[in-house]
């Protein structure tokens, strides 16, 4: 079994700063995309960011040039590091990575974790 584990949001002001964070634990044998989501009040989930195993990243133009994804393999652990936040980025932000364990792999989420933009 693998879980994902999200810390990190929180209640902050328009223009500040929070990290997110989201570990897997687990039968894990490596991981290769790992994603971050949100999802705002009465709309969809949306992709936010995601990182390959390569380092290669992709940002949702909303949040491009203030968010940052990183991840470190050896603890399988992928943060989001969420600058000038403004109000419309609160949501529910979900970690997703795609885990291979053995000879299957399969897609794991985080439960979620609140970050709320007062303005």
């Known amino acids: 079994q693998v879980q994902l584990v999200e810390s990190g949001g929180g209640l902050v002001q328009a223009g500040g700063s929070l990290r997110l964070s989201c570990a897997a634990s687990g039968t894990i044998r490596s991981i290769n995309d790992m994603n971050w989501y949100r999802q705002a009040p009465g709309k969809q989930r949306e992709l936010v960011a995601g990182i390959t195993r390569g380092d290669s990243t992709k940002y949702a133009d909303s949040v491009k040039g203030r968010f940052t994804i990183s991840r470190d393999n050896a603890k399988n652990t992928v943060y989001l590091q969420m600058n000038s936040l403004k109000p419309e980025d609160t949501g529910v932000y979900y970690c997703?990575?795609?885990?291979?364990?053995?000879?299957?792999?399969?897609?794991?989420w985080g439960q979620g974790t609140q970050v709320t933009v007062s303005s």
């Open positions: 997703n990575m795609q885990v291979i364990r053995l000879l299957m792999s399969a897609d794991y």
